[in-house]
């Protein structure tokens, strides 16, 4: 399988701290794409970064992508209890025919 | 907003039966995927298409099949459930590549 791998596993931190998620990945990409879950929902997209972008920010959110050492990070500041959820970083590879392929997810639990 | 709505939220069936898993989106998205998420091993694809009639086996197809007769619904089927493929099932649906993907809420099914 194609996934990438996200790390840690789980997180648990106080509210206001940052929150620092890492993705992993095998091949050449096309994109990255990073999705939340609140418990037993669907997913919602957070943001993506294709591969000839190195950073970009959204609002609290700020994503890397070192396509060198096929990695990206997601970094949440000022995290609030509401940023509760599983966190899944998302791969399209190139070549693939619009094929998504996620990770195992990182739980991430902010104490209030 | 984009609707990707599936057609249960909880589903019970029992071992042999065929189940049908109906997903629907409103927003003329060309590329449809069906992923079953499970504990530990995060979302994994199951069979995703491209376009009406347009099916590619994903990472665990086995079991499954699809239909895809109009542009807006895409379907799983079970062609004789097993307790094996309990589960929560995801549908999405995006335009082309490289964007988002938006998710339906989830069918978890379970078979007994």
């Known amino acids: 399988s194609q996934q990438g791998e996200e790390d840690p596993q789980a997180l648990s931190i106080q509210e206001g701290e940052n929150a620092t998620m890492n993705c992993s990945y095998k091949t050449s990409i096309n994109n990255l794409q990073w999705y939340r879950q609140n418990s037993g929902r669907g997913l919602v997209h957070l943001i993506l970064?294709?591969?000839?972008?190195r950073e970009k920010h959204s609002g609290r959110l700020r994503v890397t992508l070192d396509t060198s050492k096929k990695s990206s990070s997601l970094l949440i500041t000022a995290s609030r209890a509401a940023d509760t959820a599983s966190y899944f970083c998302?791969?399209?590879?190139?070549?693939?025919?619009?094929?998504?392929?996620f990770g195992k997810g990182i739980t991430l639990s902010v104490r209030p | 907003d984009v609707k990707v709505t599936q057609s249960s939220r909880y589903l019970v069936k029992r071992t042999g039966e065929k189940v049908f898993l109906e997903c629907v989106q409103d927003m003329d998205h060309e590329n449809m995927f069906w992923y079953r998420q499970d504990p530990g091993l995060g979302l994994r694809l199951i069979y995703f298409?491209?376009?009406?009639?347009?099916?590619e086996k994903g990472d665990i197809p086995e079991g499954y099949s699809v239909s895809r007769e109009k542009k807006e619904r895409f379907s799983l089927i079970l062609e004789s459930a097993s307790t094996n493929q309990t589960s929560m099932y995801l549908c999405?649906?995006?335009?082309?590549?490289?964007?988002?993907?938006?998710f339906g809420q989830g069918t978890r099914l379970t078979v007994v």
């Open positions: 998302a791969t399209e590879f190139t070549g693939a025919n619009s094929k998504l392929t």
């Open positions: 298409s491209y376009d009406v009639k347009m099916k």
């Open positions: 999405a649906s995006r335009h082309g590549k490289p964007i988002e993907a938006f």
């Open positions: 970064i294709r591969s000839n972008e």
